[in-house]
């Protein structure tokens, strides 16, 4: 029997879209790397980064990411980058054809999860295949965090 693997302790994460587990039901998680200047990357660097109001878009055969706020670096005096830019996602043609199919056929979404630093030092962002939640299913989500939430409270004073 394998060991068990625990969370990678070498991946830096940066930003994480908490919200998108609570709004989304995620099926299927990808890693795709980010084409990005280097001011941008020394600012990843510094640990601030915002990708919660952003977005995964399909333009012809490519991915993009958009509306992902990197602040400017501030050492970069009229070298630096647009803290809001669009910026490409790499990777491979057939995950790309596979995610663009399961949108079109499946009516799913591509929802950024996690921006992070990999163990080479490449800065890498987490995307999932994701089918919106509609209230209910939220509602139920949360019954569930606090049902588990109270029983861990009342395993820990028993006992």
Known sequence: MA?????????????ENRKA?????IEDTFEAGLMLTGTEVKSLRNGKANIAESYVS????????INCHVPEYLQANR??????RRRKLLMSKREIIRLSQAIARDGMTVVPLKLYFN?????KLEIALAKGKKNHDKRETE???DWNREKSRLLRDRG
Request: aromatic content about 12%; overall charge positive; cysteine-free.
């Open 3 to 15: 060991p068990r693997k625990k969370a990678d302790p070498e991946k830096k994460i940066v930003a």
């Open 21 to 25: 587990r609570y709004n989304f039901a």
């Open 58 to 65: 399909f333009e012809g055969d490519e991915l993009w990411l």
């Open 79 to 84: 070298f630096n980058h647009e803290p809001r």
């Open 119 to 123: 163990d080479r030092g490449m800065a």
């Open 143 to 145: 019954k569930k965090r």
